[in-house]
């Protein structure tokens, strides 16, 4: 069982709109929970760091939530544009060693 | 932040065959690595290149499969050598930089007939 458990596997929304992505982790020690943006063909781009003792971050129209207790984190993006059609990479950081999970891919359409 | 450059950026290849990928960082950096991503999984840590000794292997991969250099602090190169279809991926260099954030290249898509 990945460490690392992404949902939706994939998610098709229209322009305008918001969406939230949801990780799950199940291994601790814990010490930050990541997401990346990858778009296609391309390498993951950071998005949000977070450490146990922070709740939510913000980076623009993405909004990332973490509740250390239940060990689920979450990504809202606000008003979506057909730019953020890409891949959601949550990453879990601990005993100096990362888990990633497999994605949300998300799709924005006109 | 650093910018990594990789190439090849894709290419295709014969299986048996073996190819070098090689990723370039604009700074000196310290930790380097190797993932492997493939198709509808997710991102597999290979080596941690280390900088005038031998890469650090994950389990499942081994140094005859993928040798890595790494001869300075902003160089390295992976081979995937005696490939067959199963190797066909993407893979990606990676670095951390120092708050701890870690910067992908773009990735090399290897695809093997």
């Known amino acids: 069982k990945n460490q690392v458990e992404q949902s939706p596997q994939s998610l098709i929304i229209l322009e305008g709109k918001n969406c939230t992505l949801q990780?799950?982790?199940?291994?601790?020690?814990?010490?930050?929970l990541r997401w990346y943006k990858q778009d296609t063909g391309r390498g993951p781009v950071s998005l949000t760091i977070m450490t146990f003792s922070e709740n939510t971050k913000s980076n623009r129209r993405y909004t990332a939530t973490l509740d250390a207790d239940t060990k689920q984190s979450s990504l809202h993006i606000t008003a979506s544009q057909l730019s953020d059609s890409a891949s959601y990479i949550c990453?879990?950081?601990?005993?100096?060693?990362?888990?990633f999970g497999k994605g949300n891919q998300v799709v924005v359409i006109p | 932040s650093a910018v990594i450059s990789q190439k090849p950026s894709r290419d295709i290849c014969q299986r048996g065959t073996s190819l070098t990928i090689q990723c370039q960082v604009d700074s000196q950096v310290t930790m380097m690595f190797w993932y492997r991503q493939q198709p509808g999984q997710s991102l597999t840590l290979i080596a941690t290149a280390n900088q005038g000794s031998e890469a650090t292997y994950e389990s499942g991969f081994v140094i005859d499969k993928f040798p890595i250099s790494r001869p300075n602090l902003t160089f390295s190169t992976l081979t995937v050598s005696n490939m067959s279809p199963e190797d066909s991926s993407i893979y990606l260099c990676s670095v951390l930089g120092y708050s701890g954030e870690l910067f992908f290249g773009e990735g090399s898509r290897l695809t093997v007939l």
């Open positions: 990780c799950n982790y199940t291994v601790s020690p814990f010490s930050n």
């Open positions: 990453v879990r950081g601990g005993n100096n060693r990362l888990a």
